[in-house]
């Protein structure tokens, strides 16, 4: 662990592999290392995202990556999106398209779209995080699919949230549904070389007039199209501008705070869940119990508190 | 409460409704509410539909639902999904198209997607799945997105999952990435209408042959449209033919099993939030020790510790 956390802070990107790695899979192991990796954070700016599948986020987020890095800026990049092209959930060109981006030794890329541990690895989206920043990395950019629920919630994880949509994700109404409004900072109309991008960016100027308002801050609403890389230069303006009111306003704190406190929370989870299911009683405990719970012979909170006094957390 | 209980025994929705309300939003009774309501569960078969937004999945479950309802069985649908028409976020004339399950008295319908309390409605799904369960529902519809993480598992709250796909979803790999093929029990071909539809569908039942056979249970691949109403005869004896598969070989019980093992780790959950965040010392001592994360005096874990402990909880 010494020898690999040295090798982390000397730069080497196989050891920040390795550490994201042991951070998504090793339980034991991770609290370890987000300990020794906290006191190196809190030096990266982090974007988010979101938006339904099939908007371009994936495309967005590279082309803001070349003007990032024009910028001398060094990048990770975060995609918990399984229909992500970093994650190769879509077709070919795609990929050869962002090809550029791979071969970066400034940008390290990290998808977490395999679902085959149900959630798991998606849920540690922001400890990941924590590596990129402890790393050094300048800029964070975590792209996540904007529909249904979410393991974690992207604004606890971010100082700046980018709504991504399309002319066809039509209804607007939809987009206030899935609560994507409420959390975007900058709204972006992207493929708006179709038909009606231009309605739907003032349908979504209204709506944003109509809501109640929190801060000074009036997201704007941005049209690009990331296939022709137009529109990305005042996209990016937009989000170092939003950067500039936080600093400014010093509603940074606040949200840094919001995040602090999202990470404590999820330490408590943490910690808690192992205490439950690391011990080797609680899975033959369930197992019996869950039997009685298909008879109707106990109901599910009742064995909840036996599980817990089994492992002593009982009241 | 027990007026509530009488009323809700007796079979009146409006006691259905205010039941359903009382387990989203109150976390005191709902604990009671549902230690009442479990010993009148497993009555109920359940069937969950899921798939990207956009593949029809609304208008398929309003065509089931016509179908079980042809039988003389009553049901219950749910929701998940803030782009489905029952929550309000499609066009008006999907609307229009479902109003004759709306009027039916024997249909009982609940829109999970307001996303106001970041997850908290979604996540009560299997809990108002009780209440519908214990209410004398015949049959549970579960609608939710499937992409993206869940907050819960539709696997763990089903007997049988049909996953729902169209041709223009069209990269398969998507669905495998998305973990859909793992929880298929049928899998769904729908705006079947649409050009590559057949191809599509060979697709997945290619995909599907390479696949670990994990059950006798091989998943079909049925095509269907919704709107023009076909192949969805064949999609309901499909799933009647699944639940006999269930019963004969008594993999019913394995997943009632799951289900109830999924019931109790759910309460855990609860209990443990509540003994952590409905005390009134958690708050206070969480905004302290996020400042002090923020100073970087302290860590997440090491914070988490001390408000475990402050809430009797502490190693």
Redesign the interface.
């Known amino acids: 662990m010494t020898d690999l956390l040295r090798r982390f802070f000397s730069g080497d990107r196989l050891a920040l592999a390795r550490v994201i790695t042991v951070i998504e899979n090793d339980p034991e192991r991770r ?1 370890t290392l ?2 020794a990796l ?2 190196h ?2 030096h990266a700016s982090r974007l988010g995202l979101t938006g ?2 099939g908007a371009g986020k994936s495309t967005l987020v590279d082309r803001l990556t070349s003007l990032i890095r024009r910028d001398g800026q060094t990048v990770g990049i975060v995609a ?4 992500s092209p970093f ?5 070919l060109g795609d990929r050869l398209r962002m090809q550029s981006t791979w071969a970066d030794p400034g940008v390290f890329i990290r998808s977490m ?4 541990q ?2 798991g690895l ?2 540690a989206t922001p400890d990941v995080m924590v590596a990129l920043d402890a790393f050094g990395k300048d800029t964070i950019l975590v792209e ?2 904007g ?5 974690f ?1 992207i604004a606890n994880v971010t100082e700046t949230t980018v709504v991504v949509l399309t002319p066809e994700s039509g ?1 607007s ?2 987009a206030m ?3 994507l409004m ?1 959390i975007a900072d900058l709204l972006v109309v992207n493929k708006a070389d179709r038909d009606g991008a231009s309605r739907f960016a003032s349908e979504l100027r209204m709506m944003l007039d109509m809501r109640q308002r929190t801060s000074e801050w009036l997201p704007p609403v941005l049209k690009t199209s990331a296939r022709d890389n137009t529109g990305i230069d005042d996209l990016y303006a937009s989000i170092l501008c939003h950067r500039a009111y936080l600093t400014q306003s010093r509603e940074l ?1 606040a949200r ?2 919001r995040q ?2 999202a ?6 989870d ?3 869940a192992r ?2 299911w690391d011990q080797p009683e609680t899975r033959p405990a ?2 019996r ?3 009685r ?2 008879r ?1 012979e106990v ?7 036996e ?2 006094r089994t492992v002593g ?1 009982g ?1």
């Not at 109901?299 to 508190?305: F, L, T, W």
């Open positions: 609290e987000l300990q906290h006191p954070t809190g339904p599948p918990v999106d399984p229909t994650t190769g959930g879509a077709l779209a395999d679902r085959s149900s959630g998606a849920s996540t699919v529909v249904g629920q979410s393991t919630d209804d109404i939809q549904k899935a609560g409420e704190d840094r705070l602090s406190r990470a404590i929370t999820r330490a408590i943490a910690r808690i205490r439950i369930l197992d119990l869950a039997e719970v298909c109707r109901e599910p909170y009742a064995a909840a508190d599980v817990l957390l009241n």
